[in-house]
């Protein structure tokens, strides 16, 4: 049973930092490319931000592009999400997820496995 668990979320000051990780487990890890997602409140789920399986080219989104920094061990499972400058528009749920293909597949939305997600909250 594939799991794609986040955790790293929690409330935080604009200007401030967040790491998310999300443990992977039930799939073999470095087969996959990876992403992060996030649903802000009242609005669709969208792109954040995507590494391929070797953690070689990574891909944003243009809101986050030069504040976020997403990365990837193959040996531990996981991949992260360092979150910088955080503004109050960062506050959503982010999602964890794995795909195939690379991160062109992934930003287009094409998943196969989804984590539950992790509330990041920014105050102004």
């Known amino acids: 049973q594939v799991q794609l668990v986040e955790s790293g979320g929690g409330l935080v000051q604009a200007g401030g930092s967040l790491r998310l990780s999300c443990a992977a487990s039930g799939l073999t890890f470095s087969n996959y490319a990876m992403g992060w997602f996030r649903q802000g409140p009242g609005k669709e789920r969208e792109f954040v931000a995507a590494?391929?399986?070797?953690?070689?080219?990574?891909l944003y989104a243009d809101s986050v592009k030069g504040r976020f920094t997403i990365s990837r061990d193959n040996a531990k499972n996981t991949v992260y999400l360092q979150m910088n400058s955080l503004k109050p528009e960062d506050t959503a749920v982010y999602y964890c997820a794995a795909g195939g293909g690379g991160t062109g597949t992934i930003a287009r939305g094409s998943v196969r496995y989804w984590g539950k997600g992790t509330l990041v909250t920014v105050s102004s």
């Open positions: 590494i391929t399986w070797s953690g070689g080219s990574t």
